[in-house]
């Protein structure tokens, strides 16, 4: 690597000078996120630990154990984790569908494609969508109107109407992340357990599961901490209140009624960096992991 | 499954037998069967996927096509009347000037760094890639708080005709497509001999700029457009950093309408959806004739 890099650099390779021509070339690159990415990760970081006068105080910390924030992260925990696990479990069945098809086909294109578009599509259009199909006055609301089956006008403003329209974009996310993993899985590793007389059920109980489960752990992990860091959905479906971390981070950053707690904001999203940071860290752990029996 | 094989003992998992004959213990009837039920999970499930993900997008054309009143007939005029709220119409030019802004410029910051650090700096590479990273791991809404104050710096030194445009949007946006723009031109990157190129280039006299522009450049240009056209799908659906630096474009004032005139502010939601769509489905287009000419 470093030996082409000095032939094409088309001179001998010579001492501190040329070093410090090349760093040159990386410097705005370093500048810009240094700026608009690093600063104001660290403005987050040191912030939750200064009053607005730059005074350093734990009162912003302090701030994190009242109830109302306790309970936003739960609330957050909690629909990350439902959410996760739902579309870890249906988007592995979805992506298993895929992989048994033609592996050139079409169908897994379309299919592909379209979720790495659904994966993406969290925002202000899903939250119209959701509120278009069950919302008081949507699609489904009206058409199982008088059923029975009602649904309730308020599903979509409470966690586990979170949940459902979450699961919109974790079940394609999970398609995406779980199929490499099982295209990894040999056909050959089935016809050798049927040579051994196995079946379908010691197939899947001895070869399948235990190999998959480190890459569905890992799906998952994804998963909670892509739906933990979520706001727009949540923030077009609820415009009042804040059940979860992200939308209070919104009333911390938009109301001006409580003088001095400006910084309060900063350390509801410290919380959210570590929870997100430990979720992460465990991905690549497990990542690692999983990489040793399924290199293509 | 035991109905299907005439040797039970082999269904029933007996590993008893482990001779020369377990070939015939796994008859081609067995094999055939598991291969009709596949075959019915596999149509069942992506029938029921289908319907989950297009029954909420169809829901809004439903929605953005009635007319008032209990049995009113099917109607456009939610449709009509988008191009009565000037607001929303100025919003979306906002969005379309920010998401050329910021193709243009995050290329602009990205091709050469890339090129460069691969050809001169290749031990950085990996800061590079875990920098280019972060913000899929740093959440939209904490990049936001941090923002803030530099964002009131922006607007303090940004001129006079810029100051409280939306368009200065374009250097947090710059940041969040970041992961995918670094994605696509690493790979394609990764599929020419950026170093032989270069090598070529420069024995015959080029200098850098054109080892970029005109040499090293122009081979990745699929890349370069993907990574263009993912960063108009993303910037068009941004709302969380608008919103709360509060920034006027296409998902804030969509959001805002919302609570005004559900059926217009639906309406555009579905137009914007099958904006993204076409862009992504001309994308694929494209791959697939530049993949199928290499072949």
């Given at each position: 690597m470093t030996d082409s890099a000095t032939t094409?650099?088309?001179?001998?390779?010579?001492?501190?000078?040329?070093?410090?021509?090349?760093?040159?070339?990386?410097?705005?690159?370093?500048?810009?996120?240094?700026?608009?990415?690093?600063?104001?990760?660290?403005?987050?970081?040191?912030?939750?630990?200064?009053?607005?006068?730059?005074?350093p105080t734990t009162a912003n910390l302090s701030a994190l154990g009242e109830d109302f924030v306790v309970t936003s992260f739960k609330n957050s925990v909690l629909l990350s984790a439902e959410s996760g696990i739902i579309g870890a479990l249906l988007g592995a069945v979805v992506a298993y569908a895929i992989a048994t098809g033609r592996p050139e086909g079409g169908l897994r294109r379309t299919f592909v494609a379209a979720s790495g578009m659904l994966a993406q599509s969290g925002g202000v259009t899903l939250a119209f969508a959701f509120i278009s199909t069950i919302g008081a006055e949507g699609f489904i609301t009206v058409l199982l109107r008088g059923t029975g089956l009602d649904v309730s006008p308020t599903l979509l403003f409470g966690l586990s109407g979170l949940t459902i329209v979450y699961a919109y974009f974790q079940i394609p996310l999970m398609v995406l992340v779980f199929l490499p993993a099982l295209d990894g899985i040999r056909p050959q590793w089935r016809e050798a357990t049927e040579s051994l007389g196995g079946t379908s059920w010691h197939y899947w109980r001895h070869v399948a599961v235990p190999i998959l489960t480190p890459p569905f752990l890992g799906a998952l992990l994804l998963l909670f901490a892509n739906a933990f860091s979520a706001y727009a959905t949540a923030a077009a479906l609820i415009s009042q209140g804040s059940i979860i971390a992200p939308l209070q981070i919104r009333v911390a950053l938009t109301s001006e009624t409580i003088a001095g707690q400006e910084n309060v904001g900063k350390a509801i999203a410290l919380g959210m960096i570590l929870v997100v940071g430990v979720v992460m860290a465990l991905y690549t752990l497990l990542e690692r992991r999983s990489a040793r029996w399924l290199k293509k | 499954m035991s109905q299907t094989t005439p040797y039970p003992a082999a269904s029933a998992g007996s590993l008893a037998v482990l001779s020369g004959d377990v070939a015939a213990r796994s008859p081609r009837g067995l094999r055939a069967a598991r291969n009709r039920r596949l075959q019915l999970?596999?149509?069942?499930?992506?029938?029921?996927?289908?319907?989950?993900?297009?029954?909420?997008?169809?829901?809004?054309?439903?929605?953005?096509?009635?007319?008032?009143?209990?049995?009113?007939?099917?109607?456009?005029?939610?449709?009509?009347?988008?191009?009565?709220?000037?607001?929303?119409?100025?919003?979306?030019?906002?969005?379309?000037?920010?998401?050329?802004?910021?193709?243009?410029?995050?290329?602009?910051?990205?091709?050469?760094?890339?090129?460069?650090?691969?050809?001169?700096?290749?031990?950085?590479?990996?800061?590079?890639?875990?920098?280019?990273?972060?913000?899929?791991?740093?959440?939209?809404?904490?990049?936001?708080?941090?923002?803030?104050?530099?964002?009131?710096?922006?607007?303090?030194?940004?001129?006079?005709?810029?100051?409280?445009?939306?368009?200065?949007?374009?250097?947090?946006?710059?940041?969040?497509?970041?992961?995918?723009?670094?994605?696509?031109?690493?790979?394609?990157?990764?599929?020419?001999?950026?170093?032989?190129?270069?090598?070529?280039?420069?024995?015959?006299?080029?200098?850098?700029?054109?080892?970029?522009?005109?040499?090293?450049?122009?081979?990745?240009?699929?890349?370069?457009?993907?990574?263009?056209?993912?960063?108009?799908?993303?910037?068009?659906?941004?709302?969380?950093?608008?919103?709360?630096?509060?920034?006027?474009?296409?998902?804030?004032?969509?959001?805002?309408?919302?609570?005004?005139?559900?059926?217009?502010?639906?309406?555009?939601?579905?137009?914007?959806?099958?904006?993204?769509?076409?862009?992504?489905?001309?994308?694929?287009?494209?791959?697939?004739?530049?993949?199928?000419?290499?072949?």
């Open positions: 094409v650099g088309g001179r001998p390779s010579g001492g501190g000078r040329r070093l410090s021509w090349s760093w040159l070339g990386a410097l705005p690159f370093f500048v810009y996120v240094g700026l608009f990415l690093l600063l104001p990760t660290l403005v987050v970081v040191f912030g939750a630990f200064v009053d607005p006068s730059g005074r | 999970f596999r149509v069942v499930v992506l029938l029921l996927a289908s319907a989950f993900f297009l029954v909420p997008f169809l829901a809004m054309v439903e929605f953005s096509t009635r007319g008032t009143g209990v049995d009113a007939p099917r109607t456009l005029d939610a449709w009509r009347r988008i191009v009565t709220y000037p607001n929303l119409i100025s919003a979306i030019v906002t969005s379309l000037e920010l998401s050329v802004l910021t193709s243009v410029a995050s290329l602009a910051l990205m091709v050469p760094t890339m090129i460069w650090v691969r050809l001169r700096l290749p031990r950085i590479n990996r800061l590079v890639e875990f920098v280019c990273l972060l913000p899929l791991t740093i959440p939209a809404i904490v990049l936001v708080v941090g923002l803030v104050p530099v964002y009131a710096w922006v607007n303090y030194l940004s001129p006079g005709p810029l100051k409280g445009s939306s368009l200065v949007l374009t250097f947090a946006y710059i940041v969040l497509v970041l992961p995918y723009v670094y994605r696509s031109l690493d790979a394609g990157l990764r599929a020419i001999d950026v170093q032989t190129l270069a090598e070529a280039a420069r024995s015959l006299g080029a200098g850098w700029p054109t080892v970029m522009f005109r040499v090293v450049g122009p081979n990745m240009s699929a890349a370069i457009l993907n990574s263009a056209v993912l960063c108009v799908a993303l910037v068009m659906g941004e709302f969380t950093v608008a919103s709360l630096l509060n920034y006027v474009n296409l998902q804030y004032e969509l959001n805002n309408l919302g609570q005004a005139d559900a059926g217009v502010s639906v309406a555009v939601a579905v137009a914007f959806q099958l904006f993204v769509v076409a862009l992504l489905v001309g994308l694929s287009f494209i791959g697939r004739r530049r993949g199928s000419k290499e072949a």
